[in-house]
């Protein structure tokens, strides 16, 4: 039995009001976010000093009344450790130097987790200051998500370089999920060990790919994931965000294996409640530009949220990533109104 709302809810323990926390938490939405990024080179110096990364990590804590933390770092920490070149550039997003047939076979998997020790090192700060009702959250990102940032070299609006790349090169690609598959069950199992309580795997891509490829690229990887880090992390719980799987909710956590699933904000609410089971924990689904406008539209949005997940475990959340434009008396509002009614 755990003291943790968050953790439980999980495990598949349905609460009385649904616990909360909101994807990107920590970021530019917050002025002492923006304090504390000013002083630092680049982004990626952020995530590698543990007394920053720790410090930002808590700051939405301070201000709200969330049920979780969620380690600062990035998924793209993942290639930037197998040695690949990663720069956040203002204004930009990510910006990786893309690799091809032959330079992934000269990524450095032995090495990574050496090269993640300071984020190691932050989430065993924040398992040694969080209060302990909180739920400390470790993630990476999924294998096909990091792969498309890494053969494309920056964010796409359809991932058409890594959809092609799979299908011309699939012996490439294969080595490069595999690659990818067991540097995060490592990173995961690493995560556990230093203290987190559930890890999240963000599939932001899972959209665009027909059904033979959402198989392939999403569910056996993430599966294997969970395989891998259950194998030397017996039970641990894992939520899975495959943004975009739409018709194919039901079977990413039916043979994926996760404990709880990450709804989009776009998967409407009845068509989850007809197609998932009601023992599944269901995490989201506010659009982030509701939290935005505000006003009486997101009152009644949040009231049918919980409304419509009131008969299973659910924790409260966005269905993407805060926006830097979202008002701070909002999140107070919408944090409010989900632990107040
Ligand atoms: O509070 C938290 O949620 C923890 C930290 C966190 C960040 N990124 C910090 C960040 C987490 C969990 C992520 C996940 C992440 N990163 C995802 C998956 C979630 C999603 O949004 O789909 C993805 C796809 C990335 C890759 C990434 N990192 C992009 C595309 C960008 C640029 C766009 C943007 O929001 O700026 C980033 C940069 C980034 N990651 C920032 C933060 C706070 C902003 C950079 C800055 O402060 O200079």
Redesign the pocket.
């Known amino acids: 039995m755990t003291h943790k709302p968050l953790l439980a809810t999980v495990l598949g323990q349905r609460q009385e009001r649904p616990p909360i926390w909101?994807?990107?938490?920590?970021?530019?939405y917050l002025p002492e976010?923006r304090e504390v990024?000013s002083h630092t080179k680049n982004?990626l110096e952020?995530?590698y000093t543990p007394d920053l990364a720790t410090e930002?990590?808590l700051q939405?804590l301070r201000r709200f009344d969330l049920d979780a933390a969620?380690?600062?770092?990035?998924?793209?920490v993942v290639p930037d450790a197998l040695g690949q070149n990663v720069r956040?550039e203002?204004g930009e997003?990510?910006v990786l130097d893309p690799v091809s047939a032959q330079t992934i076979a000269a990524l450095k998997p032995e090495r990574a987790l050496e090269h993640l020790a300071p984020v190691l090192e932050t989430v065993r700060r924040l398992g040694a200051a969080l209060a302990p009702e909180k739920t400390l959250i470790g993630?990476c990102?999924s294998p096909w998500?990091v792969a498309t940032?890494m053969i494309g070299g920056r964010?796409s609006t359809d991932q058409a370089a890594a959809r092609l790349f799979a299908l011309r090169h699939p012996e490439a690609f294969e080595a490069l999920i595999d690659i990818l598959v067991a540097t995060s069950v490592d990173y995961l199992v690493a995560q556990f060990e230093a203290g987190a309580d559930v890890v999240?795997l963000?599939e932001?891509?899972a959209l665009n790919l027909d059904d033979v490829a959402f198989e392939e690229r999403v569910i056996g990887p993430n599966r294997r994931i969970v395989e891998g880090v259950r194998a030397r992390v017996p039970n641990a719980p894992i939520i899975g965000?495959p943004?975009g799987a739409a018709g194919n909710l039901a079977r990413y956590a039916a043979r994926t294996g996760v404990n709880a699933l990450g709804l989009d904000y776009a998967t409407p609410l009845d068509f989850a409640v007809k197609h998932l089971p009601n023992t599944l924990p269901v995490q989201g689904n506010l659009d982030p530009l509701r939290l935005v406008a505000g006003g009486d539209q997101l009152d009644a949005r949040v009231d049918s949220i919980i409304e419509a997940f009131s008969d299973r475990p659910h924790i409260f959340n966005l269905g993407?990533?805060i926006v830097?434009e979202t008002p701070i008396e909002h999140v107070a509002r919408l944090v409010d109104r989900v632990k107040n009614g």
């Open positions: 909101i994807m990107r938490q920590a970021g530019r976010y990024r982004f952020l995530c930002v990590t939405p969620i380690l600062f770092s990035d998924i793209l956040f203002q997003g990510p993630f990102g998500t940032y964010g999240q963000f932001s891509w965000f943004r993407h990533g830097p």
